[in-house]
């Protein structure tokens, strides 16, 4: 039972519901580890490896969002540099049209 004590509160509340028992957000981890241990449910190994797989959970959640959001930035980034691209092709458009302009401007001025 001394894992319970380890545990971070989502995740009790998180068990707790696993169990089938009322859970409300202003429980106290305390509060809660009562309520588990108290629970005819209970019993310490089966507890002990659903709340290590409630925790397996929360961490690949967290590491998957922090992947994605690596991604999204790496999309931003691709993204951003295809724009820079365009934007520099455009701008050599405009400017061998204007050399263009000029030379035909250059060419009526003399012939």
Not at 16 to 27: C, H, K, R, Y
Not at 28 to 39: A, E, G, V
Request: glycine residues 4%; hydrophobic residues 40%.
């Amino acid at each position: 039972m001394a894992f319970l004590g380890l545990t971070r509160k989502k995740e009790l509340q998180v068990l707790a519901t696993e169990l089938g028992l009322p859970v409300w957000d202003n429980l106290k981890i305390i509060q809660l580890r009562d309520l588990i241990t108290s629970s005819r449910k209970y019993e310490e190994e089966f507890v002990k490896n659903l709340l290590s797989s409630i925790a397996d959970e929360r961490k690949m959640a967290f590491w998957n969002g922090i992947l994605c959001e690596d991604e999204q930035l790496k999309r931003v980034a691709e993204d951003e540099q295809v724009e820079k691209e365009h934007l520099f092709e455009l701008e050599k458009l405009k400017i061998q049209l204007e050399l263009q302009k000029n030379s035909q401007k250059e060419a009526i001025a003399q012939g």
